[in-house]
């Protein structure tokens, strides 16, 4: 839904039918869910209950939902067919935002909650729900007496986390706002038990961010604590290089079960860089970088750039290559750097724009020399393709910056974090 875009209300989502990009229903749409927050502010909308065949309830998170009507969801067709298991901070829209009692905010009076609306974010990938519907009066909201009106999320009270309560919901959302390193901070220095805690209560997407930001032992430790199913859930939201290096600190026992239980497509990326060596362009490697045909355009390049979800060193360049478009592609062609992007007409194609001039890194070029190309030629990310001319992926600087700063770089990051906090 684009900025502007008219709101939402749930209601009217209840029993809709979910659709692939092909037009296929994939199921319907049973309840909304919600992470609630401190005070009045907004809640986030996680994703969507479906119900596929053989009513089973799975969860469909909001990046992959491509389009919300009154009439239809669209996704993007990468559906989790694990069975939907609610988490300590969520919350079910339809089965319990719904029908309770809440109070307007300086009337001290006590309303009916019949709906509530959501809206996306501009220019973002979340969701919110900004506006609650309600009735005045005593009776359940199959009353059909007494006065209706919208207002805002915050001018009701009755839904949101307390401030001084002791539970991981209490605490997630106390530091709701901090970046995935700072959050992986104050994890760190959690005892076990209530690390566990906060990381079982975390969604999947910003329990795979701070993942990434934490000691391989902290990684460990928290991952050992999930369910298999959970475990497998959170590698597959992780960058595939980070996912790979986790993996490979377990027990090959371990590790197999995991990939087993992985959706195949994410375990195929994860088992490829588990073939190479650690300290090599193949092993350091994401299987994730922008990807597009000859045919594309500098336009098509740009909105694949503006995605909020990549990293700014994969949004510097653009790959160029022959079908399939995704990695392993076809043919690599060359990249184009983002300044290019922005020094042509949207219409130019992107295979008229390539630079060819610097070769690309095979698989096993070792990590010295990754890191001496990217200095030599002041580039923030390489592309890494084999014998068969096929890119398999991008090596960035921050991979490569993990791999050069000594193992307990994250352990003595947090150390002088915490004396700077009392010092």
């Known amino acids: 839904m684009a900025a502007g875009a008219p709101r939402i209300f749930v209601s009217h989502l209840s029993g809709v039918a979910v659709f692939d990009p092909n037009g296929d229903q994939v199921g319907r749409v049973r309840d909304l869910v919600a992470i609630l927050r401190v005070g009045r502010r907004p809640p986030r909308l996680l994703g969507v209950v479906v119900e596929v065949a053989g009513r089973r309830l799975i969860f469909l998170p909001m990046t992959r939902v491509t389009g919300v009507e009154s009439g239809q969801v669209i996704t ?3 559906v989790n067919l694990r069975r939907f298991e609610q988490r300590p901070t969520e919350r079910l829209v339809l089965g319990e935002l719904l029908d309770r009692r809440v109070t307007l905010v300086g009337r001290d009076e006590e309303v009916t909650v019949l709906d509530v609306a959501i809206q996306q974010l501009p220019a973002r990938r979340d969701w919110e729900i900004d506006k609650v519907f309600v009735r005045r009066g005593k009776g359940g909201a199959l009353r ?7 207002v805002e999320w915050s001018a009701v009270t009755g839904f949101s986390l307390e401030e001084h309560g002791q539970g991981a919901e209490s605490l997630l959302a106390t530091f709701e706002q901090l970046r995935p390193a700072d959050l992986a901070n104050v994890l760190h220095h959690l005892s076990p038990k209530r690390r566990g805690e906060v990381a079982a209560a975390l969604d999947d997407d910003r329990l795979a961010d701070v993942m990434e930001e934490l000691p391989d032992d902290d990684q460990v430790e928290i991952l050992g604590k999930l369910k298999d199913e959970r475990a497998a859930d959170v590698l597959e ?3 595939p290089d980070d996912a790979a290096d986790l993996l490979s600190e377990l027990p090959e026992e371990d ?6 239980l992985m959706q195949p497509d994410d375990a195929a990326d994860v088992r490829r860089l588990l073939s190479y060596e650690e300290r090599t362009a193949g092993g350091l490697m994401t299987t994730e970088p922008i990807v597009l045909r000859p045919d594309a355009t500098v336009a098509d390049a740009l909105a694949r750039v503006r995605q909020q979800d990549l990293s700014p060193a994969l949004a510097a360049q653009v790959y160029v290559c022959r079908p399939p478009d995704e990695t392993p592609t076809g043919k690599y062609l060359g990249t184009v750097h983002f300044q290019r992007l922005l020094r042509d007409p949207p219409f130019t194609l992107v ?3 390539v630079d060819n001039d610097l070769p690309p890194l095979s698989p096993q070029t070792p990590l010295p020399a990754v890191t001496a190309f990217l200095a030599a030629y002041n580039m923030v990310a390489a592309p890494v393709v084999d014998d068969s001319g096929s890119l398999l992926g991008a090596v960035t600087v921050d991979d490569v910056l993990d791999h050069l700063l000594p193992e307990d770089w994250r352990e003595a990051e947090f150390h002088a974090a ?5 010092g």
Do not use: Y
């Open 418 to 422: 915490e004396g700077g906090r009392h």
């Open 237 to 239: 939201a992780m960058d």
């Open 76 to 78: 993007t067709g990468v």
């Open 144 to 150: 059909r007496k007494g006065e209706t009106l919208t």
């Open 255 to 260: 590790k197999e079960r995991l990939l087993t």
């Open 351 to 353: 295979s008229s724009i």
